[in-house]
């Protein structure tokens, strides 16, 4: 590991790693001369001239400044290197050093930042959980002995979603920070989508259409998702002006799965 790091020279411009070389050097930067160290990792550079960005090359300029002792050419001499070569005290020095800046700096960023938390309707076979608002509320589907149902994870208590008593199928998918939920429902019917909004459920079918999903929406209450009928398996967007149908040229389906505050939509095709 010391001949890795040590292998190393000064970072180049825009922090590429101009080459490869077994010493380091004493170069002359204006009135001052210093040792040409660098620092770079084993796995960070495989090859001459790879571009460099990384807060390593902030901590290079750092030990630098602070352990550069400005040798003179005929103190590398003196050193027993006619070529003007560093002393090999002052490499192993800066190498040493350099380790301990980057293990400490592998030890901080290799831990994981995130938390996993398991949602689990109690009694359930399945619990899946499909979106959640800037207050922490969590909408989802799980399954059980009596069939599919929507949920509400808040504040860590679970609410049932059930459209319609003797719906065999009801999954929530999508919510905004008023709480309104957006899901689909299947009954004798077919499949229709639903706004759940202060207690009240609202049916969404798209106009001619077989099957309507609602999948997302934003707390200007448009609601995007995905319908079929007669012409093709695409898209729509729920406003205050009525429903658009949204398609992606050459697609054979196109789903919309969310949409933000600016009315920014994402989705799927194929």
């Given at each position: 590991m010391l001949s890795a790091f040590a292998g190393c020279t000064s970072l180049g411009p825009r922090g590429t790693v101009p080459e490869f070389t077994?010493?380091?050097?004493?170069?002359?930067?204006?009135?001052?001369?210093?040792?040409?160290?660098?620092?770079?990792?084993?796995?960070?550079?495989?090859?001459?001239?790879?571009?460099?960005?990384?807060?390593w090359l902030r901590i290079h300029r750092l030990i630098r400044?602070?352990?550069?002792?400005?040798?003179?050419?005929?103190?590398?001499?003196?050193a027993g290197r006619a070529d003007g070569s560093a002393p090999t005290g002052y490499r192993f020095t800066v190498v040493v050093i350099s380790m301990v800046v980057m293990l400490g700096l592998a030890a901080t960023s290799t831990g994981n930042p995130l938390t996993f938390e398991d949602l689990d309707v109690p009694n359930a076979g399945t619990t899946v959980a499909n979106g959640i608002n800037d207050k922490g509320q969590i909408v989802g589907l799980f399954r059980g002995a009596s069939g599919t149902h929507g949920f509400l994870l808040s504040k860590g208590q679970f609410a049932t979603i059930d459209v319609i008593p003797g719906a065999s199928d009801t999954e929530a998918y999508g919510l905004n920070d008023k709480g309104d939920v957006v899901g689909k429902f299947l009954d004798s019917s077919g499949e229709h989508g639903f706004l759940l909004a202060q207690g009240t459920f609202t049916s969404i079918d798209i106009p001619g259409a077989s099957l309507t999903d609602a999948f997302g929406i934003n707390n200007r209450g448009q609601i995007v998702g995905h319908f079929r009928d007669t012409i093709s398996n695409d898209a729509f967007l729920l406003s205050a002006a009525g429903f658009t149908r949204i398609t992606v040229?050459?697609?054979?389906?196109?789903?919309?799965?969310?949409i933000n505050d600016h009315g920014d939509i994402v989705g799927d095709d194929h």
């Amino acid at each position: 590991m010391l001949s890795a790091f040590a292998g190393c020279t000064s970072l180049g411009p825009r922090g590429t790693v101009p080459e490869f070389t077994t010493q380091s050097r004493c170069e002359r930067d204006g009135n001052f001369w210093h040792a040409n160290l660098g620092i770079c990792g084993v796995s960070d550079f495989k090859s001459a001239g790879r571009e460099y960005q990384h807060p390593w090359l902030r901590i290079h300029r750092l030990i630098r400044s602070i352990l550069e002792v400005h040798p003179r050419p005929e103190t590398c001499r003196a050193a027993g290197r006619a070529d003007g070569s560093a002393p090999t005290g002052y490499r192993f020095t800066v190498v040493v050093i350099s380790m301990v800046v980057m293990l400490g700096l592998a030890a901080t960023s290799t831990g994981n930042p995130l938390t996993f938390e398991d949602l689990d309707v109690p009694n359930a076979g399945t619990t899946v959980a499909n979106g959640i608002n800037d207050k922490g509320q969590i909408v989802g589907l799980f399954r059980g002995a009596s069939g599919t149902h929507g949920f509400l994870l808040s504040k860590g208590q679970f609410a049932t979603i059930d459209v319609i008593p003797g719906a065999s199928d009801t999954e929530a998918y999508g919510l905004n920070d008023k709480g309104d939920v957006v899901g689909k429902f299947l009954d004798s019917s077919g499949e229709h989508g639903f706004l759940l909004a202060q207690g009240t459920f609202t049916s969404i079918d798209i106009p001619g259409a077989s099957l309507t999903d609602a999948f997302g929406i934003n707390n200007r209450g448009q609601i995007v998702g995905h319908f079929r009928d007669t012409i093709s398996n695409d898209a729509f967007l729920l406003s205050a002006a009525g429903f658009t149908r949204i398609t992606v040229p050459g697609a054979l389906l196109t789903a919309a799965f969310g949409i933000n505050d600016h009315g920014d939509i994402v989705g799927d095709d194929h």
